[in-house]
């Protein structure tokens, strides 16, 4: 701390620097070239917000205009100044303080340009918009302390606080450096990640599940290596994380099993292929469609437009039905019918071949076929088999063709057999004698208070 005491400019020179002509003339030039970026800036950043709206211009000229944009207030001050300052030197004026200031300008002008390519380029929405101007403010201060000669002073003093756990010595310093540290690398990790992503995704060689789990297993060890070497590059001795590193594996054991599980099921399942996006699954009692796999869940969209998250481990554990695996998406459809017994069964069975191949989802290689199943208690048990390629609209395909049988049976005059029970009452031989003391046609009256009759006698 007195060492950063003793290169600070002195009362005598602070006065001096005060009372002179340049340098209320270099601010004087600097206020002015300010407000006047900021009338221009305020004329034209209106004009460039229309061009820039959606569907005027795209692709890398809209970014271009853009970012141009956002760095219109520094560019023009930066233009200004690197005007002014030979003006002021062929006159014989200082320029010692419109030199820093110039250069402040273009590197905020430059970093904040850079920073909003480098959020474009991951996503136009991402995390990273957000945090956009922290970010650009935060490089802007190291770049200023490096170009004003302030930038050892600030690690001096932010060294003189630290506090001690036993061998170990963590200052401010090191808290901010491997803070910024693991920021920089972080980004550059994400952006090596995504531009591999890309590259691998226009791969012809490679399946969709195995361009997922590539992309993931780059993303995690670019993301594991731009930690460690944050670490590293912020002084901290890395063998001092050993308990922190059991500590981790007892609570992995104890409770983040399941995240653990999910987490390399999910690799599994990328790598083997068995599930992809797009494929058409029936997992308990979940249908749907196959959005993206994740590290831990896979969504499913349902026919209802839900979307489901169903974990890994759940997938790798459970049987489930893949409708399209291997690409392949035909299905074959069942469906049973029943006539009656006073109608032709060949007769049916030809109608039933017919209107499916006539049905434009149904296939005609393999042709659609009908059987007769078996005789049952209400009527004739037929199955239409017909093949599709269209697994994710079977339901509609099955209520079409249902709807086409019922039309043309009711043509052909062919029935839909029902349940039905038929009671025959026979005569019993013989006479049956009433018992003793009843009428025809009377109701038996109640057996409370009187003796129980006599039993009936059989008939001679």
């Known amino acids: 701390m007195d060492e950063l005491l003793v290169v600070l400019p002195s009362s005598e020179a602070i006065r001096d620097f005060l009372n002179s002509p340049s340098t209320w003339l270099q601010i004087g030039v600097f206020l002015t070239g300010f407000l006047v970026?900021?009338?221009?800036?305020?004329?034209?950043?209106?004009?460039?917000?229309i061009i820039t709206q959606p569907g005027v211009i795209e692709g890398m000229r809209r970014t271009a205009v853009r970012s141009g944009a956002l760095v219109l207030v520094p560019l023009l001050l930066w233009l200004w100044l690197l005007a002014a300052m030979p003006i002021l030197r062929r006159h014989g004026w200082d320029t010692n303080l419109l030199r820093p200031a110039m250069y402040l300008a273009g590197a905020l002008a430059l970093i904040r340009m850079g920073v909003f390519v480098l959020r474009h380029s991951f996503s136009p929405g991402g995390p990273l918009k957000a945090w956009e101007g922290v970010l650009t403010v935060t490089i802007w201060t190291l770049v200023?302390?490096?170009?004003?000669?302030?930038?050892?002073?600030?690690?001096?003093?932010?060294?003189?606080?630290?506090?001690?756990?036993?061998?170990?010595r963590v200052s401010l310093l090191n808290v901010l450096s491997f803070a910024l540290s693991i920021a920089f690398l972080l980004l550059v990790a994400l952006w090596l990640a995504n531009l591999i992503r890309n590259?691998?995704?226009?791969?012809?060689?490679?399946?969709?599940?195995?361009?997922?789990a590539l992309s993931k297993l780059v993303k995690f060890v670019l993301l594991m290596l731009a930690v460690l070497a944050a670490m590293v590059?912020?002084?901290?001795?890395?063998?001092?994380?050993?308990?922190?590193?059991?500590?981790?594996?007892?609570?992995i054991g104890l409770g983040l099993q399941r995240v653990v599980s999910n987490f390399v099921s999910g690799f599994i399942l990328a790598f083997e292929g068995s599930i992809r996006p797009g494929d058409v699954i029936s997992f308990q009692d979940t249908y749907g469609t196959v959005m993206s796999l994740h590290t831990r869940h896979v969504v499913i969209r349902t026919r209802d437009g839900l979307d489901i998250l169903v974990p890994n481990?759940?997938?790798?554990?459970?049987?489930?039905?893949?409708?399209?695996?291997?690409?392949?998406?035909?299905?074959?459809?069942?469906?049973?019918?029943?006539?009656?017994?006073n109608d032709d069964p060949e007769q049916t069975l030809n109608l039933l071949e017919r209107l499916a191949r006539d049905h434009e989802?149904?296939?005609?290689?393999?042709?659609?076929?009908?059987?007769?199943?078996?005789?049952?208690?209400?009527?004739?048990?037929?199955?239409?088999?017909?093949?599709?390629d269209d697994p994710d609209n079977r339901g509609l395909i099955r209520n079409e063709l249902y709807l086409k049988i019922w039309e043309d049976f009711h043509a052909a005059g062919i029935s839909f057999p029902f349940p039905q029970r038929d009671v025959y009452i026979k005569d019993f031989p013989g006479t049956a004698q009433l018992p003793v003391g009843a009428k025809p046609g009377n109701r038996a009256?109640?057996?409370?208070?009187?003796?129980?009759?006599?039993?009936?006698?059989?008939?001679?």
């Open 233 to 251: 590059a912020a002084g901290i001795d890395i063998t001092a994380f050993t308990v922190f590193g059991g500590a981790l594996g007892i609570g």
């Open 445 to 460: 009256k109640s057996a409370r208070g009187r003796k129980r009759a006599d039993p009936a006698k059989p008939p001679d």
């Open 144 to 168: 200023a302390l490096h170009i004003l000669g302030w930038l050892p002073w600030a690690e001096q003093l932010l060294d003189e606080y630290a506090l001690s756990f036993g061998k170990v």
């Open 37 to 49: 970026v900021k009338l221009i800036a305020h004329w034209l950043l209106p004009r460039l917000q």
């Open 361 to 388: 989802r149904v296939l005609q290689d393999p042709p659609p076929r009908a059987f007769l199943l078996e005789f049952g208690d209400n009527g004739v048990n037929l199955e239409l088999r017909a093949w599709i």
């Open 199 to 212: 590259r691998v995704e226009r791969s012809r060689a490679l399946d969709d599940s195995m361009k997922i």
């Open 313 to 341: 481990e759940n997938l790798l554990s459970s049987d489930i039905t893949n409708w399209s695996y291997e690409g392949d998406r035909k299905i074959r459809l069942r469906l049973p019918v029943q006539i009656s017994y």
